[in-house]
């Protein structure tokens, strides 16, 4: 996608488009921000990649393009780009360090070796010399030559102590780049990506070492209600509500995403059904159980309630079936009246 849209942006087309992104951004009331322009760009350039198809489900939804928005999808959708360019930061840094790394190694190494000619000109020198005077100066040379060798000796160790500390900076730097770059900036969830990659890992694990597997997906019952009532920073203050009960459910080994808009992810590695629901019902009364108030105005918002499903892993089974067979058993729930838990399986069986 992003080599699609940098291909047509360096050729007589990139006019087109540019116009196109401000008359289709304009027309749907989005704001021409850099970044909501980048995001445009990237949508119309490859309408049915994952970043358009996403921005598509908005616009279907309804969902105005707060920065909020932006933000998720530029964090779920266009981190490979700016983690790139800061890995191209990091690396510009790391080759500067190495190269001055290399030139004080380069002269210490000059230095040792100028070091021992002086120490073999000495041994040569004192087995000649008789008079005293001639032994006090073979001594003031290697004394001068020893000092200079213990000064390049001690610049190199600050250096090279700076050049550490200076790598583990730049390994700290990426590190917190990475964690940016799978964490919903809302939220503080993984995002989708995170999930996405995080559940092919799992299902790969548990089908290898035959380990039960399940995943639970969920869902703001009428959030478009709290957006359309209140405003979409009341629907933000709902999303990180119910984000911060399951982010404190979702404890490692566990990993709670925000999915996409008002929908969340949890997989559940090595734990059985039973473990599984309990703890979904625990989050589906804490929120249901909390009176939200709108922190601007502190009018009251009303119960916040949630709807899921959650499968199991099947032997095989892919995780994009395992998605769909929980995203199956989240939409049964909401056809069922909303603010309740449906297993996939107990689902299937109902249906033989």
Request: glycine share 8%.
């Amino acid at each position: 996608m992003a080599k699609v849209v940098e291909t047509t942006l360096r050729g007589p087309e990139a006019y087109g488009l540019a116009r196109r992104v401000l008359e289709e951004m304009e027309a749907v009331g989005v704001w021409p921000t850099p970044l909501n322009f980048e995001l445009w760009l990237h949508y119309l350039g490859d309408p049915e990649g994952p970043l358009g198809r996403e921005i598509k489900r908005v616009l279907a939804a309804g969902e105005p393009f707060t920065e909020a928005v932006s933000d998720m999808l530029a964090a779920e959708y266009l981190p490979r780009g700016r983690l790139s360019e800061e890995i191209r930061d990091a690396g510009r840094v790391l080759d500067r360090e190495l190269t001055s790394v290399a030139t004080a190694i380069a002269k210490a190494h000059k230095s040792q070796a100028e070091y021992g000619q002086v120490l073999a000109g000495a041994s040569a020198d004192m087995e000649g010399v008789a008079a005293p005077e001639g032994l006090r100066a073979v001594v003031d040379g290697l004394t001068t030559a020893t000092r200079k060798v213990q000064k390049q000796n001690q610049d190199l160790e600050k250096r090279l102590d700076a050049s550490t500390r200076e790598v583990a900076r730049l390994r700290e730097h990426l590190e917190q780049v990475r964690r940016d770059a799978m964490t919903d900036a809302l939220t503080n969830l993984a995002n989708r990506k995170a999930f996405d990659e995080h559940l092919e890992a799992c299902v790969e694990v548990a089908h290898r070492d035959g380990r039960e597997l399940t995943l639970a997906v969920l869902d703001i019952d009428h959030f478009k209600r709290f957006n359309d009532t209140w405003g979409h920073q009341t629907g933000d203050q709902v999303l990180r509500y119910v984000a911060s009960v399951l982010g404190r459910m979702a404890r490692t080994p566990r990993l709670a995403a925000r999915y996409g808009g008002e929908e969340f992810a949890v997989i559940f590695p090595a734990e059985d059904a039973a473990r599984v629901e309990d703890a979904l019902e625990s989050v589906r009364n804490e929120i249901a159980s909390r009176s939200l108030r709108r922190r601007s105005t502190d009018d009251e918002l009303g119960a916040v309630t949630i709807s899921a499903g959650y499968a199991r892993l099947a032997k095989g089974e892919t995780a994009a079936c395992l998605l769909g067979r929980a995203d199956a058993a989240l939409y049964e729930s909401k056809r069922n009246g909303r603010n309740r838990i449906t297993d996939a399986e107990a689902m299937r069986k109902a249906a033989a």
